[in-house]
């Protein structure tokens, strides 16, 4: 059965860190684009970062600088560290694989993916 499962929100205070985990089963995560999204309350959801199958990272603007993006072959995960976290970071996070074939340009495009995480909240507060 595929699926993916993400971990390691929480509450952190405004200049923490947190590291989100996103594992697989089912399917082996470096064959895909795996992506992070977020959504916060009466937003739309956006992606944060992903990462090809090549390894290639690709992050937005908002993040650039503060998160990084890696992957853990041999556990099948894919993690989001997010280091000097702000109250705008604030969302449920959701990992989510791409099994179809698009460019680049689709990378932050949420219809391009296939498969979602059930999301992880993050919140950043004093």
């Known amino acids: 059965q595929l699926q993916l499962v993400e971990s390691g929100g929480g509450l952190v205070q405004p200049g923490g860190s947190l590291r989100l985990s996103c594992a697989a089963s089912?399917?082996?995560?470096?064959?895909?684009?795996i992506g992070w999204f977020r959504q916060a309350p009466g937003k739309e959801r956006e992606g944060v970062s992903c990462?090809?199958?090549?390894?290639?990272?690709y992050y937005a603007d908002s993040v650039k600088g503060r998160f990084t993006i890696s992957r853990d072959k041999i556990k099948n995960t894919v993690y989001l560290q997010m280091n000097n976290l702000k109250p705008t970071d604030t969302a449920v996070y959701y990992c989510?694989?791409?099994?179809?074939?698009?460019?680049?340009?689709?990378?932050?495009?949420?219809?391009?993916?296939?498969?979602w995480g059930q999301g992880t909240q993050v919140t950043v507060s004093s």
């Open positions: 990462m090809n199958s090549d390894g290639s990272s």
């Open positions: 989510a694989a791409q099994f179809r074939r698009y460019s680049s340009s689709w990378y932050f495009d949420p219809s391009a993916y296939d498969n």
């Open positions: 089912g399917l082996t995560l470096d064959s895909y684009v």
